[in-house]
C-alpha cells in the first residue's frame, strides 16, 4: 500500500500562485508515476498533470501548460506542484495520485493510490 499527503491548498486572487506538495510514504518502490488531477463542483475529475518517478519526465494538460510545474524530490517520494498565474478556473479540489502502470498515463482510473484532497479556490 501507498500513503498519499497533500498540502499546500488555499485561497489566493486572480493571478497569484500557490505551490502544492504530496508525499507519499510506504510501498513507494511500486510506483511509476505520480500525478495531480483536479474536480471542480459538478464537474469531472480532471488531469492537470504527472511526472515519472525515476526518470522525471512531465506531461501537463493543455489548460495548465506553461503556468503549472510538476517536479519531484530526489528520492522522488514527494511531488510538488507549483501554479502561477492562476485564474478562477483553476479552483477546485486538488488531488495527489500514484500509478503502478509502467507508462505515462492521463487516465484517472490508471491510478491504484489517491490522496484526501486540498482545496485551491481563486477568487476574481
Known amino acids: 500500500q501507498v500513503q498519499l499527503v497533500e498540502s499546500g491548498g488555499g485561497l489566493v486572487q486572480a493571478g497569484g500562485s500557490l505551490r502544492l506538495s504530496c508525499a507519499a510514504s510506504g510501498r513507494t518502490f511500486t510506483i511509476y508515476t505520480m500525478g495531480w488531477f483536479r474536480q471542480a463542483p459538478g464537474k469531472e475529475r480532471e488531469f492537470v498533470a504527472t511526472?515519472?518517478?525515476?526518470?522525471?519526465?512531465?506531461y501537463y494538460a493543455d489548460s495548465v501548460k506553461g503556468r503549472y510545474t510538476i517536479s519531484r524530490d530526489n528520492a522522488g517520494n514527494t511531488v510538488y506542484l507549483q501554479m502561477n498565474s492562476l485564474k478562477p478556473e483553476d479552483t477546485a479540489l486538488y488531488y495527489c495520485?500514484?500509478?503502478?502502470?509502467?507508462?505515462?498515463?492521463?487516465?484517472?482510473?490508471?491510478?491504484?493510490?489517491w490522496g484526501q484532497g486540498t482545496q485551491v479556490t481563486v477568487s476574481s
Open positions: 495520485a500514484a500509478s503502478r502502470v509502467i507508462s505515462t498515463t492521463i487516465t484517472p482510473d490508471d491510478y491504484d493510490y
Open positions: 511526472i515519472r518517478r525515476t526518470s522525471g519526465r512531465t
